[in-house]
């Protein structure tokens, strides 16, 4: 960043291990105005236009302000006022501000620095351009359209914290877990690069040793939505529905399930938007869009199927999901707590519900199942 202006109307700080800061601190005399401009990329060489910053002004002053080629908008000074992002291609190229002295004198305070992306992410996939993820040994595609909601395993249990000038890491809170997930031995990671152009990120969920059930269909179904943490369910649909895998193997008439291997999302996005919420689900603070997630699946689910009219001792069959599957992709980013352990629900949560009432609809076979609940 760079300014045309000095101390002490605007100082450039430095915070530890940050990116610097401007810090706005200008007088204005009674009947006055103060013109400020944030441009993005106006004098970077090659034309990139550097990371996206915010602009963070004090209450107490009325003002008129433009962002990009929206209309002109008034801002009476009752609050804090966030205009962005500033940025020559994932938001507003310009932004501009015309602080007013009115009838008295007065000071306007703000702040320009990089966009803060701390907090509770949840990865919600949109439509389907290529799915090439096949399962053996009967060689299907799992693709479903069955309706969801946007997985919050993720966000509740962990949280997205700085950890660079322009990167930040996926950092889990063990203590978030419910009981039942802490004897399933998986690793969750998350980092994410802003950059210059676009915005970069990689997830990944591996499950080094079998998560495998007793002969209680409840427990096996507390691993849908750990599965579904990286494997996406979505507000419309479930893309890649591992869920109903696990769901048809307990209906055969499963009573154990393992599962090993990883899933791995990737993305890269280039449409920044500050919504400026963030307290309730399905109002972020931030969304990011415009482009497209490839998950790269290598996962192998072990089950034991029984026959509970036999005494024979169960058969073990073993299907292997690989492959690629690539969706267009948003993000929201919450404060961090607005998902809990509640939202990534257990034998309560409706992954069991449906379960349940789809187990009530099978024949007999499928029934001693159910009693077994």
Request: proline share 8%; hydrophobic share 35%.
């Amino acid at each position: 960043m760079s300014t045309s202006s000095s101390a002490p109307q605007i100082v450039q700080e430095t915070p530890d291990g940050r990116p610097p800061e401007y810090y706005i601190n200008a007088s204005i005399e009674q009947g006055g105005v103060y013109p400020l401009q944030v441009i993005s990329g106006q004098s970077v060489q090659r034309g990139h236009p550097g990371w996206p910053v915010m602009l963070m002004i004090e209450p107490g002053i009325e003002l008129l302000y433009r962002q990009g080629d929206e209309p002109v908008k008034h801002h009476d000074g009752q609050d804090q006022l966030i205009l962005g992002p500033i940025h020559r291609t994932m938001g507003y190229p310009i932004v501009r501000v015309v602080a007013l002295g009115r009838n008295e004198s007065n000071t306007f305070k703000a702040t320009v620095r990089i966009v803060d992306l701390q907090g509770d992410w949840v990865l919600i996939p949109g439509k389907t351009i290529r799915n090439a993820v096949v399962c053996t040994p009967d060689g299907g595609s799992p693709t479903s359209n069955t309706s969801g909601t946007p997985d919050a395993f993720l966000a509740a249990t962990g949280v997205y914290e700085w950890d660079g000038p322009n990167k930040l890491i996926f950092k889990m809170d063990p203590s978030t877990l419910p009981p039942e997930y802490t004897t399933v031995p998986f690793e969750l990671e998350g980092s994410v690069v802003i950059g210059p152009d676009n915005i970069q990120g990689r997830q990944r969920l591996a499950i080094d040793s079998p998560a495998v059930s007793d002969a209680h269909p409840a427990t096996a179904a507390l691993a849908f939505p750990l599965i579904g943490a990286l494997v996406w369910s979505s507000r419309r649909r479930i893309v890649l529905a591992l869920v109903l895998l696990l769901l048809g193997a307990l209906l055969a008439g499963c009573f154990g399930i393992g599962i090993t291997g990883s899933v791995e999302t990737d993305y890269t996005l280039t449409k920044l938007e500050y919504i400026g919420k963030g307290d309730v689900q399905g109002e972020p603070i931030w969304r990011i869009s415009g482009g497209t997630a490839t998950t790269s699946v290598d996962l192998t689910i072990t089950t034991q199927v029984a026959d509970p009219f036999s005494d024979k001792p169960p058969e073990e069959q073993v299907m292997q999901c690989k492959g690629q599957i690539e969706t267009e992709m948003v993000i929201e980013i919450y404060k961090d707590g607005v998902f809990t352990p509640s939202d990534i629900s257990g034998v309560s949560g409706q992954e069991y519900r449906h379960g349940r009432l789809l187990l009530e609809q099978q024949p007999r076979k499928s029934a001693v199942i159910y009693q077994r609940t």
